[in-house]
């Protein structure tokens, strides 16, 4: 597994996790991502690289936009990469990296409730992602829900917001 | 490390993680843990049983204490414990159970600020040390900033709160 | 003015003051009101009867319920009612009672955000409501944004999302 | 009473309202005001000048640091104004400040849990101890749990944390 301080990137994609709500439309929107603010929250001493890749919805994520978050993988110099996600199609980008990728841990995690909002569990998702970043063998892998899945056996249940073996 | 699902013992000792604000006498004291609730809200889906031991600032921790705290790892049917404890003197629990105890992964982790109160480390230590307990092989561990760190190798930097290898 | 402790209705009729989160769908809907946990926030002694007329956004709300938030303004044995209430067609419901009502104190309020998510301006606006009702003359008014606007003169700035005199 | 957008002064003088927690050494401590974050929460609009006192204990107030107070109302070019302050000896400030002045409307108002935590009447009590400052006339008044008393008919119950007429 990673020896202590070994570097991490996170790729941020957008999903719930980085929603907020526009009091003026009443609608859920991107702005920022808040995850340096997350970090300093959990007063995280890991030495991050932070990547905006771009902030989406994953419904509307295009086989385009997860050739792009793959190619962010293969490029990172770094061998431990954590990627923010939407939750309604992780499984799909996870599946993507998974046949490509088996030289880096890849870790994807997302949020069921906005950050921005109370009673998230991003903050939650975000400290057990990074730490299965550090400690998983080689592999891509969705953390969610407290659990590890590897991204051959995993599945979104729509009906609980649970993430499951398939 | 531990297949998906694999049974884990929480066990609560106190600490600044479940310490609440008394405001008719302006002191910080205990009453029951926020654990469950802060596993809701990381919609933690992992099987869980958790155990008070005792609530108590970790300052004020007797040897007897910690003789109690490592009777129920070596009681505990499960082989992955998550004790939360006090940062002040969590590195010398963690000594005292890393020389008795091998065949278990114990993971000890806490808060600089109640959880009960904004700007908490507290839920993203939580979804840290949960990950670490059912990724490390057996050892005593401390999960803290995000990182973790052998028993035998780490200490609590008292100027800046954090914590660090020897 | 009120003497003190004179009894005060509620009238709950939802907007954005009450909207929750599904976490399933991703949209924002009505659950039960969270006035007595706000009122419990505040530590309030006043005397409170609580009545949940309707949850339902503003912009839904037709001639008839309108109506009917009128009919329970009368019929409420107190004389000082406090109503919270979608902010985008606040003004209109001050209209109807404002033309109707002259022997009581009525005060609308509502929030910009949810109370339920982070950054609400709910707690402070019903803070803020629950004195003008205390302590303004019989009238019907609209409390936002810490001012109070007498229903003859006052609009939403649909722009800023800030309450205004015409 | 108050004209709509009338001016209005706040004088900071401290209080478990803007207390905060040190991580380091476990105390509370004082460090900048909160007001102008909770304003901008409760998307306040009225026209308001901030001067920040002292930023003490109101146990630890002497005879000085209440003359202080009593100058800075005097002084204040404003006839509407709102003080925050410790609810130890805020009942003995209203003294002070009564006995003095009749030419203004002055409300104190402070906090039993601090802003900077979770669960804090702070923002309640900011709300609706402006409403009190627009609405009531000259006096000298404390606005706490959503009611307003009179200085000459006010204490604290030390028992139940809250404010009663005497």
Known sequence: MAK??????ILITGG????????????????????QEMLR????RLDIQIQTVM????LDMSQEDRQLILQNCKDAPE?????????????????????EVNNKTIVLTGAMIPYAFGS??????LGSA?????????GVYIA?????????????NRQTGTFEEM
Not at 4 to 9: D, E, S, T, V
Not at 144 to 156: A, I, Q
């Open 4 to 9: 202590p301080n070994m570097k991490i990137r």
């Open 16 to 35: 719930t996790f980085d929603k907020e709500y526009d009091e003026i439309n009443g609608k859920l929107f991107f702005k920022d991502t808040h995850i």
């Open 41 to 44: 929250l959990g007063r995280c």
């Open 55 to 58: 902030m989406i919805d994953s």
């Open 79 to 99: 061998d431990r990469i954590l990627i923010t996600h939407g939750t309604d199609t992780m499984a799909e980008t996870a599946a993507v990296l998974g046949k």
């Open 120 to 125: 998230s569990d991003g903050l939650f998702n």
């Open 130 to 138: 990074l730490s299965f970043v550090q400690a998983l063998p080689h």
């Open 144 to 156: 969610m829900n407290g659990r590890y899945f590897s991204w051959s056996n995993v599945r979104k």
